[in-house]
């Protein structure tokens, strides 16, 4: 099993031993399995249940700080989520001045191209169909790194 | 024959028996991937997750359809929320049935969706029997000192 990522040229993920990830979910089981396969990756993985948590712990909730900000390398979010969609909450994020560089990925279990095209515009940087494999992950982490396989 | 191998080969056998009869597909066997030393009972216990919130759900769904004026969007939400995590677990019957469901929902077919959530409790129930078989054998191997074999 490969661990960590390797330090060449990467961006904004240069020598990140172990990528913070924010994992945002309803689901209760589908924030487990994602947590799983993102630590089976050696990511370091935070889980927030809606897209206010998210915000919150980004420091982008009702009380800005910016204690997180510096320490998020990715947003996984779900798609749909009551109350703040995943498309409303990559929304925030690329809005806000501090956070916007850090890249999103959508999830979702429907395979809606609208839906897809509308997200990756708005500047998400891969839409993923669930359930996601760990193949899904492997192609995450190229794709971010920029790596050729 | 010794007892590890006749586990084993059970465990063959009833594996190939529920992938056969659709009970378990591909994805199944993603799950158990995931299982390491650092997580050794993950697929258990993301199994029980799944049969606690299917509980829920369900019960929601039923208390829906029981109202004067059902709300089928609401129906409609469960059924997709309980699509999306039978499919993580590979139930694929689960997930074939939860399709007739929505379309029922939304097509506010009342009587479709009463016999789609029968459906649905049966198929659940069987899916949690067989599971718990699998499981008991995959004790029984590893009880019996063998190793359990990797799901294809």
Redesign the interface.
């Known amino acids: 099993m490969e661990s960590g990522f390797s330090s060449s040229s990467m961006g904004f993920m240069e020598n990140v031993e172990q990528p913070h990830v924010l994992a945002v979910d309803d689901?209760?089981?589908?924030r487990?399995?994602i947590e799983?396969?993102l630590?089976?990756f050696s990511c370091k993985v935070t889980t927030a249940e809606n897209g206010a948590r998210a915000l919150e712990f980004l420091g982008l909730g009702d009380h800005p700080n910016h204690c997180n900000v510096s320490k998020v390398n990715l947003v996984i979010t779900d798609y749909?989520m009551p109350g703040m969609t995943g498309y409303e909450l990559l929304k925030k994020i690329k809005e806000s001045s501090v956070m916007k560089e850090v890249p999103v990925v959508i999830m979702s279990?429907e395979n809606i191209p609208n839906r897809i095209s509308k997200c990756l515009e708005e500047g998400a940087q891969m839409f993923m169909l669930?359930?996601i494999?760990?193949s899904d992950i492997k192609q995450l982490r190229c794709h971010l790194m920029n790596c050729r396989s | 024959m010794d007892a590890v191998a006749q586990w084993r080969n059970q465990w063959f056998d009833y594996t190939h028996y529920l992938r056969r009869e659709g009970f378990l597909d591909d994805?199944f066997a993603?799950?158990k991937?995931?299982q390491?030393e650092?997580?050794p009972d993950?697929v258990v216990?993301?199994v029980s997750?799944?049969f606690q919130?299917s509980e829920k759900l369900l019960n929601n769904m039923a208390r829906a359809l029981e109202q004067n004026v059902v709300d089928f969007k609401q129906v409609d939400a469960c059924v997709?929320?309980f699509?999306?995590?039978s499919?993580?677990i590979g139930a694929m019957r689960l997930k074939n049935v939860c399709i007739n469901f929505r379309n029922y929902c939304e097509a506010q077919n009342l009587e479709g969706c009463l016999g789609c959530l029968q459906q649905v409790r049966q198929e659940c129930l069987a899916l949690k029997n067989n599971l718990e078989n699998l499981f008991r054998l995959e004790q029984q191997i590893v009880a019996a000192g063998g190793s359990i074999p990797v799901m294809e």
Do not use: R
Request: proline share 3%; net charge positive.
């Open positions: 689901s209760d089981i589908d487990k399995l799983k396969l630590k089976n749909c279990s669930k359930p494999k760990q | 994805q993603q799950l991937k995931l390491d650092n997580s993950f216990e993301v997750l799944f919130d997709h929320q699509k999306g995590s499919a993580w």
